[in-house]
């Protein structure tokens, strides 16, 4: 029996439970929990129509550990894969070690009233899982995770030596909006308007946000903007990756988003800093998620595609090599398969196979690791056949000789 539990119920939610829904064969029973258990219900009963299987579902808040553990107790699985709040990562890892159950993620742990993106405290979790006899797989996303395992890839068959990586995340989707997020709002703009970062010899380099930018002609996407910030894999691929010597993670942003962006910071509505209002305090960050569109009512009238993937550079056999290996994806191709574009698509899929190699033995050691870490070659095959299929080629792109 693999039983699995899926916590949360947005657009990435939906996508893994479309997906695992499609893998009978592993997933043999599944229960979706929300603290809005409409939503889970709503997901449940497009899949019963599409494919005739039943998904469990069950209320519960995130926050708590003891509604956690009542309800792991109550269901059984053999894993929890949480597509939550990334708030939330800790108290459902108390709750696994409370209940003997294994773990998955997308994102790392961030604190709510302060925008830090670190793993240091979900790696503290490691002697705990390694004694509990349980495992605990973190960022099992797109990037994070998919982005791991392309350099675990290119590490095992293409270089002896990585010198360079450089994370290339391009979203060339259209929803149509003036002003709208892919993912969770709050999250987003948190990560966006931090200070940017970089590896190199050894030490962090910061930088302003949105300080460091290049042109890049990204395939079936066209020519766009990459702004230089920091992103969670950097930090575990720089412990993983023996050698590299730099590291940098590039992101698109539209000019609308990137104007009213601008205007809400210049009018404090990215502020994580409570306020009072009223009589009342409120966060002007989680006030503005509250008046934008919800990522997952984007999927319908969301049109182009995504370009992600890594350029890397090192050596093999002593001679210089440079290679690209990337995942395009259709927005209305993931929406017409799971109700959702392609962020939530190229996220929730990867949780899916992450979820799946656990099951069935391929990645399973006792304790807290990142996706890097085991072998990649199961993964990436489960990534062409699950809807995600990528490319591997020779590259002399220079991305520091592109324009500004």
């Known amino acids: 029996m693999s039983r699995v539990l899926i916590i949360g119920a947005g657009g990435v939610g939906r996508v893994v439970t479309h997906k695992c829904a499609s893998n009978p064969e592993v997933f043999s029973d599944i229960w979706l929990a929300s603290r809005t258990v409409s939503r889970c219900d709503q997901i449940a009963a497009e899949i019963s129509a599409k494919t005739g299987r039943t998904v469990h579902t069950a209320t519960v808040d995130a926050d708590d550990v003891p509604q956690l553990v009542e309800l792991i107790r109550r269901v059984q699985p053999f894993m929890i894969i949480n597509v939550a709040l990334p708030y939330q990562d800790l108290t459902i890892m108390d709750a696994c070690l409370e209940t003997g159950v294994h773990y998955l993620d997308t994102a790392n742990y961030e604190p ?42 290119l590490q095992k068959h293409h270089f002896d030596q990585i010198d360079t990586i450089d994370i290339l995340d391009c979203n060339g989707g259209d929803h149509g909006y003036a002003f709208a997020t892919n993912f969770n709002p709050e999250i987003n703009i948190r ?50 990756i023996k050698g590299v010597r730099r590291m940098r993670f590039w992101m698109t942003f539209g000019e609308s988003y990137l104007k009213h962006l601008e205007v809400f910071r210049n ?21 503005l998620k509250a008046l934008l569109p919800d990522p997952a009512s984007l999927g319908p009238r969301t049109t182009g595609k995504t370009n992600i993937g890594c350029i890397v550079k090192g050596h093999k056999n002593g001679k ?41 033995g391929n990645w399973m050691r006792p304790g807290v690791w990142n996706m890097e870490q085991f072998d990649p070659d199961p993964f990436m095959d ?23």
């Open 112 to 153: 709510l009233d302060e925008a830090r993106f670190e793993y240091k405290w979900q790696w503290a979790y490691r002697e705990r899982f390694e004694k509990a006899g349980l495992m605990a797989l973190l960022g099992s996303g797109f990037d994070p995770g998919v982005t791991n395992v392309f350099c675990a890839h």
């Open 191 to 240: 990560e966006v308007t931090s200070n940017g970062r970089y590896y190199e010899n050894g030490t962090w380099i910061e930088t302003r946000p949105m300080e460091i930018h290049h042109s890049f002609d990204f395939e079936q996407v066209g020519t766009r903007q990459m702004y230089l910030l920091y992103h969670e894999e950097m930090e575990s691929l720089a412990r993983n």
């Open 267 to 287: 009018i404090g509505l990215d502020s994580i800093e409570p306020i009072e209002f009223q009589g009342h305090k409120i966060v002007p960050l989680q006030f």
């Open 320 to 360: 210089p090599v440079s290679r690209y290996v990337y995942n395009i994806c259709d927005h209305q191709a993931c929406y017409h398969e799971t109700n959702a574009q392609a962020v939530s698509y190229t996220t929730g899929v990867p949780a899916m196979i992450g979820a799946m190699l656990m099951l069935n």
């Open 382 to 404: 489960a990534l062409n056949r699950q809807g995600l299929p990528w490319t591997d080629i020779e590259t002399d792109i220079d991305i520091d000789a592109l324009p500004e």
